[in-house]
């Protein structure tokens, strides 16, 4: 595979998309096609360049020199630090530039909001003081691709803001939140080694555990807080819940984990779709 798609990580993707896809069907009669994709653009471009910025970051810190995950392309050298810190910034690029153009189509607000967006996503390996060091992370991850996106996403097509565009970006918060707690649970003793503080070795393994099979169910109970009905169709995804958590549960631990990520990405994908769909039948 291209080292590039391998650093830009498209598994990681489903966490871009779903809060885009549920807001844009809970947007009704409203939904705009162009103010969408700009959207998805602006998501799937910062997604990316977290990506790199993180692989930067954690590579010149030598966090990634003995890891268990997907290749990094600094610590494996399949790629010079500088190149992908670049790779990174034209990523921002790209988003930024995306974001630019829903501003002046809908509110200049939308500025400072995405260069809050960017700062974040560079700052929670990168600098003298990255948070993602400090078990922010999952915090960081439940605002912004959780909140920011979802709500952002229904607002540059209705250019309004509701309690309901609220509640559902909670199941994509806690979805999100949930895939990064799978990755810092996998990486745990490395991470601990390496001083790197996250949320699973702040809380420990066992806790870290529990906390993302109750994210799964925070996703679930959100989805039918809403008080439509049609909201029970995201249930159908209760098995795959159910087998991901299992797993987890099991102990399964290092390389073991890397499957339950990917499947906790498709997950996120799988209950998005059943609540775009609930949403537009409401």
Known sequence: MNRWLLGARVRTLPAAIAPVVVASSLAGDEFNWSRALLALAVGIWLQIGVNFANDYSDGIKGTDDDRVGPIRLVASGLA???????????????????????????????????LLCIAAAWGYTGGKNPYGYRGLGEVSVFIFFGIVATVGSFYVQTERITLLSFIVAIPMGALSCAILTVNNIRDLDKDKVAGKRTFAVRVGDSKARRIYVCLLILAHIAAVATFI????LTLIAAPLTFSVSRVV?????GASLIPVLSRTGKLQLLFATLFAIALAIQ
């Open 80 to 114: 010079s630090a500088k190149s992908v810190k670049r790779a990174a910034y034209i990523s921002f690029l790209f988003a930024s530039i995306a974001g630019l153009w829903l501003a002046l189509l809908t509110s200049f607000i939308l500025i400072p909001i995405g």
């Open 229 to 232: 009905p049609a909201t029970l």
């Open 249 to 253: 549960l099991s102990q399964a631990s």
